[in-house]
């Protein structure tokens, strides 16, 4: 039996419209995706941080832009969930930004934040209510009545977006270009069509939805009125090219307890396995295996146990439901199909310890 809190599994879009705010208030979702948005900077000294924000957030440019209202795009990273001294990263200098930001200490996770690889669109801010725009620019839509065009995406099935807004059990993600938002307050089904939030075969289909936009904090969504099928819309956004970042490392375990060949180990002990990498939490379902492997006769049954992961250290905490066998090899298998949060998949690990009295 497994107990694991974690989205469902996701594939996000290249880039991914949103708003700063958004951003510093989550930061593991946006950790490493190329995003794009719209905010004042201000410059400190030779740095460049983004204006009217909570947490510091700074700006790394690959062209350094002579305007200032427009589209910022570039790779959003926490400083403190990369390894300091990470070779993908030795192009930009860190320093400066610690230095101004934390007296030259490596941040802690959700601290200080970067985007990498910045360019700038000179763009003016829209004024049409589209999922784009109002994605960009919620405030300046708040409580407008709109009509949006999108795909749709189902209950965040493909992980558009960080976080649902719990409005109604019919809440659904509409998806255009580069950005996505949330619909709430009524059911996707109409003439022609009737789509269900939790099936991806209904996904991909679009719609026009009449609504009222609404946010709190950093959510947003639209109270839908009427939805109708349509057809795709057929303008999109401007495309600028910017080189990626190199992909992290495939994760790793870097700690364990019990330790590896451990003896006398509790039999009413648990198990914690640590990571390099933030993972995909279900990614752990069915694919962590413990049985025994002692010389004498081990028990009939494998131990029953519960799996949580937890995000804060990157690790998973195992615990039996009964005390082990005393006196018994006992073996964790991690098996395939554990995976980091960007899909790099985690080799196969195996753990063996010796249970005591």
């Known amino acids: 039996m497994l107990l694991i809190a974690a989205p469902t599994p996701a594939q996000a879009p290249d880039r991914i419209a949103t708003t700063a705010q958004a951003l510093v ?11 794009v948005i719209r905010q004042p900077v201000k410059m400190s000294g030779q740095l ?4 009217g924000i909570a947490k510091p957030v700074y700006v790394f440019w690959r ?15 926490d400083l403190g969930r990369m390894l300091e001294g990470d070779q993908r990263f030795s192009s930009y200098d860190f320093t400066p930004v610690i230095q101004a930001a934390n007296n030259g200490r490596w941040p802690g996770r959700d601290q200080i934040f970067v985007i990498l690889g910045a360019t700038f669109v000179d763009t003016p801010a829209p004024t049409s209510p589209t999922v784009r725009s109002i994605s960009l620019i919620p405030e300046q839509f708040d409580n407008r009545a709109v009509t949006l065009v999108g795909r749709f995406r189902g209950r965040n099935l493909f992980g558009d977006l960080p976080q649902g807004v719990a409005k109604s059990k019919w809440d659904f993600v509409l998806q255009s270009a580069d ?5 709430t307050g009524l059911r996707p089904k109409g003439k022609d069509f009737d789509l269900d939030p939790s099936a991806r075969v209904d996904t991909g289909k679009w719609l026009e939805v009449k609504g009222t936009v609404q946010r709190d904090l950093t959510a947003v969504w639209v109270a839908a009125e009427s939805m109708r099928l349509t057809t795709a819309p057929t303008d999109g956004p401007v495309e600028v090219a910017a080189p990626p970042v190199p992909a992290e490392p495939p994760p790793s375990v870097i700690f364990s307890a019990p330790l590896a060949d451990d003896t006398d180990v509790p039999t009413a002990g648990r198990i914690r396995i640590q990571f390099s990498r933030d993972m995909k939490g279900e990614s752990f379902r069915e694919r962590v295996r413990i049985r025994y492997a002692g010389t004498s006769p081990p028990p009939t049954a494998p131990p029953n146990f519960t799996l949580t992961y937890n995000d ?8 039996f439901k009964e005390p082990l066998a005393a006196f018994q090899v006992v073996v964790v298998e ?14 196969p690990w195996t753990l063996k310890f010796t249970t005591g009295q």
């Open 48 to 51: 460049t941080e983004l204006d």
């Open 63 to 77: 062209d350094k832009p002579g305007v200032s209202d427009g589209e910022i795009r570039g790779d959003f990273y």
């Open 334 to 347: 991690l098996t395939n199909g554990i995976v980091a949060i960007d899909g790099q998949p985690l080799q």
């Open 179 to 183: 950005a996505a938002i949330w619909i």
């Open 312 to 319: 804060g250290n990157r690790s998973i905490d195992i615990r």
């Open 25 to 35: 208030a989550n930061p593991l979702f946006f950790n490493g995706k190329r995003i």
